[in-house]
């Protein structure tokens, strides 16, 4: 009896002695499985992600996405994950650029039917915008911004025309109080606009012309049609060597109907010394583009280029766009201007019509032969009001 007893208890011995194996076995196996899925699985990533961005860990969040966008390369969510980690790690220019990555997928997904993953158009402007403004990129943050602004994102824009914002408008640049106008005049705030750009001091011709455009613009909005003129005739007798006011007065008297005055103006600015005029005949003949009486028309989205466009003699630092655009949506065309097959800005064309951009570009200034590009990439038919974004290119202007 004794010896049977024995046997029982090794038996029951060696039974748990498998029992506990198995259980070790199957946590070592779970432990790594669990680490993936956290790591992986399509919530998961996204919940680690916004812990490590919690807790001030940022740079733990760029190889997680990575590894994500490799294998699911139109899930964009993971990319406003990677541009939070570069602002985050104080580089909001690359952040920027990350944010750009979506918008450059977009037309491919759509074409595809895919699904957009994570995307919210309104949300990718409004971050580009903050973003590009951080590294005081405030040209393009202004497009930017007037673009999320028509889109629903409006807190950005009214953070800039802010009472506490205001107190410290005096440390911005030139550049960063244009841009503030900018929004003021999108918000329809037209004092803060005023008030912005009489607090721009300087002796630069190519600053006075854009804030005396600008200061147009406002007129025009409040039904002032003759302060503007005014503004504009003044800045064109004070300032002849600049391209900007002359077109811009050029468009006021289109808007009037004075064909003569406007048609006048315009050949003036295209003689004006040290400019080029890029020709719209020098672009390229693709679906959706056509000229007419009025200029280049777009009517669909497509990727107007001129190469080998020579500069001339003189140095080329700035840009004019002169353009208009119909609304789909509430939300007004968008254009990107590429050099040489890189980006250069992006142009809204929100404002009186026809919008003139003018833009300093090239502070080295510009190569003495480019490629010149703008494309226009958010094309879209409203079938309830029947309302389509188009675009007419009026000039295109280096200087």
């Known amino acids: 009896m004794v010896i049977l007893k024995h046997k029982i208890n090794v038996a029951n011995l060696v039974l748990f002695g498998i029992m506990l194996v198995v259980i070790l076995s199957v946590v070592l196996c779970v432990r790594p499985l669990g680490n993936w899925y956290i790591r992986f699985a399509p919530v998961n990533y996204a919940y680690i ?13 760029l190889p997680i996405v990575e590894t994500w966008e490799t294998k699911h390369y139109y899930d964009f969510r993971a990319h406003y994950y990677e541009a939070q980690a570069y602002a985050a790690m104080g580089d909001p220019a690359k952040a920027a650029d990350v944010m750009g990555t979506v918008l450059v997928k977009l037309p491919a997904a759509r074409s595809r039917n895919l699904p957009l993953s994570g995307f919210d158009e309104a949300k990718t402007y409004d971050l580009m915008a903050r973003y590009n403004w951080d590294a005081q990129k405030y040209t393009i943050a202004a497009e930017l911004g007037c673009i999320a602004y028509d889109s629903g994102q409006k807190d950005f824009v009214e953070k800039l025309l ?4 205001r107190k410290h408008i005096d440390e911005l640049p030139y550049e ?3 841009a503030v106008s900018r929004f003021a005049i999108k918000a329809r705030k037209f004092q803060i606009a005023t008030d912005t750009l009489d607090s721009i001091q300087t002796n630069d011709p190519y600053v006075t012309g854009r804030k005396e455009v600008l200061k147009a613009h406002v007129a025009e909005q409040t039904d002032d049609a003759k302060t503007a003129e005014d503004i504009l005739a ?12 002359k077109v811009a007065l050029s468009n006021l008297y289109e808007r009037q109907k004075q064909t003569t005055l406007s048609v ?5 600015a295209e003689q004006t010394t040290a400019i080029k005029v890029i020709g719209l005949s020098q672009f390229n003949r693709e679906a959706g583009m056509q000229i007419t009486a009025k200029g280049l028309a777009l009517s669909q989205n497509c990727e107007p280029h001129a190469k080998n466009i020579t500069t001339g003699a003189y140095r080329v630092s700035n840009l004019i ?23 250069a800005t992006r142009i809204y064309l929100d404002g009186v019509s026809p919008t003139v951009f003018d833009g300093y ?11 010149f590009e703008i494309d226009f990439i958010n094309d879209i038919w409203d079938p309830h009001t029947r309302t389509d ?7 295109i202007i280096l200087y």
Do not use: H
């Not at 766009?321 to 980006?343: C, E, H, M, R, W």
């Open 234 to 245: 003044k800045c064109v007798k004070d300032l002849p060597a600049l391209p900007g006011p």
């Open 176 to 178: 960063g109080k244009l």
């Open 49 to 61: 992600c916004e812990k490590y961005l919690e807790n001030e860990q940022p740079q733990k969040v």
């Open 361 to 371: 570009l090239w502070p080295d200034g510009a190569s003495k032969k480019l490629d």
């Open 321 to 343: 766009v002169n353009a208009y655009g119909t609304s789909a949506l509430g939300v007004f065309p968008v254009l990107l201007v590429k050099i040489d097959g890189q980006l």
């Open 264 to 268: 006048q103006l315009m050949n003036e």
């Open 389 to 395: 974004r188009n675009v007419i290119l009026k000039n």
């Open 162 to 165: 802010s009472k506490e914002f």
